[in-house]
T-cell receptor, first 116, second 111 residues
């Protein structure tokens, strides 16, 4: 079974631009979570989606948004990029069994975003 | 707010020795804890998990201990190997469809 796939692997943007990152979960997984990873802040939770609905959101500005499609694939968007948005963006999937939150996450290799 | 932290940011051990990585959590309502391993250029990978109704769980060369009284979690790696060199994260899930990660501990294994 294929793992979590994130595209692109690397991305370079300039301040003020916007970016869209893509994530394909493991087949059969319906929950997708996004994290931002930086050396100084570690892994910070962005949001979680299940059946095209956002169930939780982290403490990030409104410039960060996401969505999930009917096939469970997910995208996240960052608008008006700032230098501080440079980070590794990780996507993780899990089965998403109803209301049971106790599931391990399966991560992709991430998208390394550099904002110049 | 919620937080999961680590006592030691780096740990250096000799190959063949046992490693212990510690973690403190603050949300007493958390009922599921996970350890992840992240190697360079990769996303975190699941190692072992434990639910709050357990104190100890063993896997292959790894053991997780949970002390709910002091809100402490530890990962023990037996006979540490060079391939164990990585960053280790403890993570916590108390509901709300959100897993919270600690800061991470970098493990160096000396040959």
């Amino acid at each position: 079974k294929a793992g979590v796939t994130q595209t692109p692997r690397y991305l370079i943007k300039t301040r003020g631009q916007q970016v869209t990152l893509s994530c394909s979960p493991i087949s059969g997984h319906r929950s997708v979570s996004w994290y931002q990873q930086t050396p100084g802040q570690g892994l910070q939770f962005l949001f979680e989606y299940f059946s095209e609905t956002q169930r939780n959101k982290g403490n990030f500005p409104g410039r960060f948004s996401g969505r999930q499609f009917s096939n469970s694939r997910s995208e996240m968007n960052v608008s008006t990029l700032e230098l501080g948005d440079s980070a590794l963006y990780l996507c993780a999937s899990s089965l998403g069994q109803g209301a049971a939150p106790n599931e391990k996450l399966f991560f992709g290799s991430g998208t390394q975003l550099s904002v110049l | 707010g919620e937080s999961v932290g680590l006592h030691l940011p780096t740990l250096s051990v000799q190959e063949g020795d046992n490693s212990i990585i510690n973690c403190a959590y603050s949300n007493s309502a958390s009922d599921y804890f996970i350890w992840y391993k992240q190697e360079s250029g990769k996303g975190p990978q699941f190692i072992i998990d434990i639910r709050s109704n357990m104190d100890k769980r063993q896997g292959q060369r790894v053991t997780v201990l949970l002390n709910k009284t002091v809100k402490h979690l530890s990962l023990q790696i037996a006979a540490t190997q060079p391939g164990d060199s990585a960053v280790y994260f403890c993570a916590e899930n108390g509901g709300g469809f959100k897993t919270i990660f600690g800061a991470g501990t970098r493990l160096f294994v000396k040959a």
